[in-house]
């Protein structure tokens, strides 16, 4: 067998068709085909918690990840079926930078400030302590407060902002310094022994731009905002993001078809695999169309 092929993906707006644009309509059946080929490990990258990647998974018929990346890359799980065991390893790696403090200590440090608001509990984690914010276009100021305050007591934080354009909120995740989205998956990757040419990050807002901008091989999907694309387009490598823009078996780039354009700009044998699936595919559906004609004479 060929190599291992590490596929990590963002989900809300990237994999998850949750976002303004349509969705073309064979992308995340191909998607699937392709995420569950034996050389693939997938990875799920998320803000999302453990249980609402399993209510993702279920709503919109999402394959079975070998991995998951939750809580903004606070968290990493092992999955099998029925079980999702946590990665002690890298829960140990990133607490060291809270000193031991916990998620409520540092809710007292932050305090208030004007228009920041806990999210509910479900949504914070040991290691993740995330607040509702404005749509601010430029949260510079408010991350230097929430970090000052913080910084006086020895606490080395991540902060992560991205916005909602569904809702008009912004989030703010403070996390471990070292805790990302990025870091998190260079540990996976290096824990797999996958090297970088055949890897592929996809995201599409402000909490998967570490990555997008790292040397990991990403691709922003076509419907991700244009602020994202033009930051993504300033800092990155031009070798090292890929921007999805639509023509990929005729499908629009957004989402997973954004996806599957990433795989095969940077793993281009995967274009054959998809293409010769898509054949099969045709093929049955041809030979069950000629089977039930049959029946019915
Ligand atoms: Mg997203």
Not at 8 to 25: H, K, V
Not at 50 to 70: C, G, H, W
Request: proline share 5%; with cysteine.
């Amino acid at each position: 067998m060929d190599t291992p092929i590490l596929l990590a993906t963002d989900l809300d707006r990237t994999l998850l068709p949750n976002g303004a644009q349509p969705e073309s309509p064979l992308a995340r059946h191909r998607f699937r085909r392709l995420a569950t080929r034996p050389e693939v490990r997938l990875a799920y990258v998320t803000g999302r918690h453990r249980e609402l990647v399993k209510a993702a998974m279920a709503e919109y018929e999402l394959p079975r990840p070998d991995f998951v990346i939750a809580d903004v890359g606070t968290s990493l799980y092992e999955t099998s079926a029925d079980d999702w065991r946590p990665l002690l390893d890298w829960q140990r790696t990133i607490t060291v930078d809270w000193g031991g403090r916990s998620r409520s200590e540092l809710t007292a440090m932050v305090g208030e400030l004007p228009g920041l608001r806990l999210q509910e509990m479900a949504k914070q984690g040991a290691c993740k302590l995330s607040y509702y914010a404005p749509p601010l276009a430029d949260p510079t100021e408010l991350l230097d407060c929430v970090r000052q305050r913080l910084a006086a007591s020895g606490v080395s934080v991540n902060l992560v902002w991205s916005s909602d354009e569904t809702t008009a909120t912004g989030l703010l995740d403070v996390l471990p310094a070292s805790a990302s989205k990025r870091h998190a998956l260079e540990f996976l990757r290096a824990r797999l022994r996958i090297p970088l040419d055949r890897t592929v990050f996809a995201g599409d807002s402000g909490n998967d731009l570490d990555v997008l901008v790292s040397d990991i091989p990403s691709v922003l999907v076509a419907n991700a905002q244009a602020a994202v694309r033009a930051a993504a387009t300033a800092q990155a490598d031009a070798a090292n993001l890929h921007l999805a823009r639509g023509g990929l078996f005729g499908m629009n780039g957004n989402y997973s078809a954004g996806i599957l354009e990433g795989v095969v700009h940077f793993i281009p044998e995967t274009r054959t695999w998809l293409m010769l699936a898509d054949e099969a595919a045709d093929t049955s559906i041809g030979v069950r169309r000629i089977e039930s004609e049959r029946e019915k004479e």
